[in-house]
Nanobody
Framework: QVQLVESGGGLVQAGGSLRLSCAAS????????MGWYRQAPGKQRELVAA????????NYADSVKGRFTISRDNVKNTVSLQMNSLAPEDTAVYYC?????????????WGQGTQVTVSS
């Protein structure tokens, strides 16, 4: 079992930066594709960024490309999301995820979420 604990959310002015971190407990962190989702009030949850097991490949939502960077440390069992040039539309609860993909057989996990609020 994997437990994910996010930190780093908060209130920031438009144009500012925040760095979200997610600490994973449990074993086999490196087998999971890690990602960040967000959900704004009244909107569906959406994928923000994801990173492969080795960290060599990433993908981003179009809305955050060039502003957000996802990274992971398979020694420290952490994944981070550096968010720059934040805008009010980035306001949401951000969730860290650990997703299991072939050839592994395991469960997917979600963190409890951390609030990011961007003021205009």
């Amino acid at each position: 079992q994997v437990q994910l604990v996010e930190s780093g959310g908060g209130l920031v002015q438009a144009g500012g930066s925040l760095r979200l971190s997610c600490a994973a407990s449990g074993s086999r962190f490196s087998i999971y594709t890690m990602g960040w989702y967000r959900q704004a009030p009244g909107k569906q949850r959406e994928l923000v960024a994801a990173i492969t097991r080795s960290g060599t490949s990433t993908n981003y939502a179009d809305s955050v490309k060039g502003r957000f960077t996802i990274s992971r440390d398979n020694v420290k069992n952490t994944v981070s999301l550096q968010m720059n040039s934040l805008a009010p539309e980035d306001t949401a609860v951000y969730y860290c995820t650990a997703k299991c993909r072939p050839p592994y057989s395991c469960d997917d996990y979600w963190g409890q979420g951390t609030q990011v609020t961007v003021s205009s």
